[in-house]
């Protein structure tokens, strides 16, 4: 709210013609531009871009850099033209005060399917809740001389849990998501309050970039998820230091979340039930990515959640050993290396390995080893009339991955419905599928020169019983290989497409998309009928 009177306020002021470039606005982590400038880098055959976003548009010019436009086929050049031209115009002439820019968007959208039956709810759709637009936001962005930038919005859209009747016990996502038919126009007792879902500070430099506030963060290069922080989730608030070069990067995270006790429905104080529940919960990550070759990227973090009756900052140090903090009551941690390595031009190999737990000589099997496993490759083929684009990833994970019995990788949201009051969500902070998983899918894309774009992709997941409601019992827990039984296995086949419309006299920006998903679901003996949705929209922006 005090960046949209800050920009009204600012508005009639006239300032001194004099201006400097600011290259501070935070690009967010599912933005296309990231992704383009990865193609970009793997059809020329060098180390991949960091995969560790958000970025600063400082960062992005940095990895776009890297790219020689004469080794790229026409439509790589063509590509590469129209990713400049974006990151230039997400820079700003600033005059030495301030600049401002106010952008409205609205998004319509319509959300079919089949079987209302057995895909009731958000789980059972592909286009879940965070897939799913708001009908209207309103964006501020504020630019301080060069080096600082402020983001905010507000936002018009469903929640996923929804009510009309304030006497119900608990509000259930299937008032929005079991309809066969169901837009993202607000119905009675529908509206998301929990907004802003991004809004930040932001500072940086030439080889700096820090950010507080709410957003999105990923680590990792995954197509169906990562592993230890994906942003499928709805938003994260933490403090975020990067610095980075053009071979070296490291980054220092805090994260701030929900205690886990705090369940309560209505709109009072967090207070604690015992003396030894937590009030403080956060999650304390580095990262350290090199290029040690001109064709490899190797990506490292060692990551720690925290949880006390009491803050203690000494535990901020960014430099610190986490895996060091070995007090299971108050931590937990995990750590991943991830390697890019482009075997040749137009081809990408990654491999990510995630370790939770695993078990020292001498310390027993009283607990068994977790961890997860993440396999990809991409292959860019160069078209008359786009880059085609063909991704294949398998991840498997151990059965009680991000579970433990007193400080687990589950992180939890209020999320407000306007009748009954907060209803808690939980979701896995890093592979929304979670453990006791074997995932395997393929996925073709291609980026047309006028705009469009075809895509489709091929999905299966075989997922044990073992979910984040398995109690985590001591001496109790003799699964070790995915997936355990009962077993559920589910197959997906998606088509879509997207057209970005040119600019217009009555709009700045346009899309319109389509996407259809055909789900099959085999559960033992059960016979279910498959579900086929169909999603399309229409976004527009001012």
């Known amino acids: 709210m005090i960046l949209f ?3 009204v306020v600012s508005g009639p002021i006239v300032f001194a013609s004099r201006s400097t470039l ?60 129209t990713t400049i031209e974006r990151l230039n115009f997400e820079s700003r002439h600033v005059p030495q005060h301030f600049s401002g820019n106010l952008t409205l968007r609205t998004n319509v959208e319509g959300y079919f399917h089949t079987n209302d039956v057995d895909f009731s709810s958000e789980k059972d759709w592909y286009w ?110 933490h403090i975020r230091f990067t610095l980075f070069s053009n071979n070296v990067k490291f980054t220092s995270l805090t994260m701030f979340m929900d205690p886990p006790g705090y369940t309560s429905r209505h709109r009072l104080p967090y207070i604690p039930e015992k003396p030894d529940d937590p009030t403080v919960r956060m999650f304390l990550a580095h990262r350290l990515e090199f290029v040690p070759l001109s064709w490899l990227r190797i990506e490292l973090s060692e990551n720690v959640m925290y949880q006390d009756t ?29 390697v890019f390595a482009s075997i040749s031009p137009r081809f990408l190999l990654y491999a990510s390995w995630t370790v939770d737990q695993v078990t020292a000589p001498g310390e027993g099997s009283d607990q ?65 599928y979670g453990g ?12 047309g020169r006028n705009g469009l774009s075809l895509g489709g992709d091929i999905f299966y997941m075989a997922h044990g019983a073992i979910s984040m409601d398995t109690p985590f019992i001591f001496g109790m827990m003799s699964l070790t290989h995915a997936p355990s039984t009962p077993t559920e296995h589910t197959c997906r086949l998606g088509l879509w497409s997207s057209y ?12 319109a998309w389509l ?28």
């Open 128 to 237: 879940d809740n965070e897939r799913r637009s708001h009908f209207l936001l309103l964006e501020a962005d504020g630019w301080f001389s060069n080096n600082f930038y402020l983001y905010s919005n507000f936002g018009i859209k469903n929640n996923r849990f929804a009510s009309d009747d304030p006497s119900n016990m608990m509000p259930v996502d299937t008032m929005i998501f079991q309809p066969k038919f169901s837009t993202n126009m607000l119905r009675k007792g529908t509206h998301d309050f929990d907004t802003p879902d991004r809004a930040f500070l932001a500072a940086g430099g030439s080889h700096y970039s820090f950010q507080f506030g709410r957003d999105l963060v990923t680590w990792g290069p995954g197509i169906t998820g990562n592993l230890v922080i994906d942003d499928h989730v709805k938003y994260h608030d």
């Open 368 to 432: 068994p080893n977790t961890m997860a496993y993440q396999l990809g490759t991409v292959t860019v083929i160069p078209t008359k009339h786009g880059l085609l684009s063909l991704t294949s990833e398998f991840v498997y994970t151990d059965p009680y991955l991000y579970l433990r019995d007193k400080v687990d990788f589950i992180i939890m949201t209020r999320e407000r419905d306007q009748l009954y009051g907060y209803v808690p969500h939980r979701e896995f902070l890093g592979y929304r």
């Open 5 to 7: 009177l800050l920009l």
């Open 22 to 81: 600011n290259n501070q606005k935070i690009i967010p982590s599912d933005s296309p531009i990231w992704q383009h400038i990865l193609l970009l880098a793997i059809e020329q055959g060098i180390a991949a871009p960091s995969s560790s976003g958000p970025w600063s548009v400082e960062e992005l010019k940095r990895e776009i850099s890297h790219i020689d436009i004469n080794t790229l086929s026409a439509s790589g050049k063509l590509l590469y033209e």
């Open 500 to 511: 970005d419309i040119p600019m217009q006299a009555f709009f700045t920006e346009g899309r």
């Open 310 to 338: 009491q803050f203690n900052a000494k535990y901020l140090n960014p430099l610190y050993i986490f895996h060091n903090l070995s007090n299971r009551g108050q931590f937990n941690a995990i750590a991943d290396a991830t």
């Open 515 to 542: 996407r259809t998903d055909l789900i099959k679901v085999y559960r033992g003996n059960d016979d279910i009928a498959p579900d086929l949705q169909i999603i399309g929209g229409l976004s527009l922006a001012w």
């Open 436 to 447: 006791d998983a074997i995932v395997a899918t393929v996925a073709l894309d291609w980026k």
